[in-house]
């Protein structure tokens, strides 16, 4: 598996080892790339608003320890606990991290969500005005 040298770099020595060791099976390749994605994604700084939820669900993904995580880590011949023993170090030392920018956008995300759930026009106007002030409160920033 090729992965760039500065996520392997940034993951450290252990969790890199388990990523570059060569897989026998295409299968395995597939998950193991599904992993390198997700790690990629959760390493992500940008503040752009796609990439942010992109390393959100990634992040949310390995702190969750699904079923779906386990069947990937377990697809690219990788142990589900190492793997999300790694990120969590990563979590708890700050080297993987929400900047403000993306907390925003998180935030602006779960609204929107419950902007869209909601059952009444009353409850949509009182959404619709955290949305706003979010909103605002980015752009002030």
């Given amino acids: 598996m090729t992965c760039a040298p500065s996520l392997l770099k940034f993951l450290g020595t252990k969790l890199s080892l388990e990523i570059?060791?060569?897989?026998?099976?295409a299968e395995q390749r597939l998950f193991q790339a599904i992993l390198v994605q997700a790690l990629?994604?959760?390493?992500?700084?940008?503040?752009?608003?796609?990439?942010?939820y992109h390393k959100h669900d990634s992040h949310r993904w390995f702190m969750e320890n699904s079923i779906d995580f386990n069947d990937v880590c377990w697809g690219a011949d990788m142990d589900p606990e190492f793997v999300r023993g790694e990120y969590l170090k990563l979590v708890d030392?700050?080297?993987?991290h929400f900047t403000k920018l993306q907390k925003s956008w998180i935030t602006y995300r779960n609204l929107y969500k419950r902007y869209r759930a909601a059952?009444?026009?009353?409850?949509r106007r009182?959404?619709?005005?955290?949305?706003?002030?979010?909103?605002?409160?980015?752009?002030?920033?």
Avoid at 40 to 50: L, R, T
Avoid at 93 to 96: A, E, R, V
């Fill in 20 to 25: 570059i060791k060569p897989k026998s099976f």
């Fill in 126 to 141: 009182v959404i619709k005005k955290l949305i706003v002030k979010e909103n605002l409160k980015r752009l002030s920033d």
């Fill in 119 to 123: 059952s009444s026009k009353e409850e």
């Fill in 93 to 96: 030392t700050g080297k993987i």
């Fill in 40 to 52: 990629e994604d959760a390493v992500n700084v940008s503040g752009f608003k796609k990439e942010t």
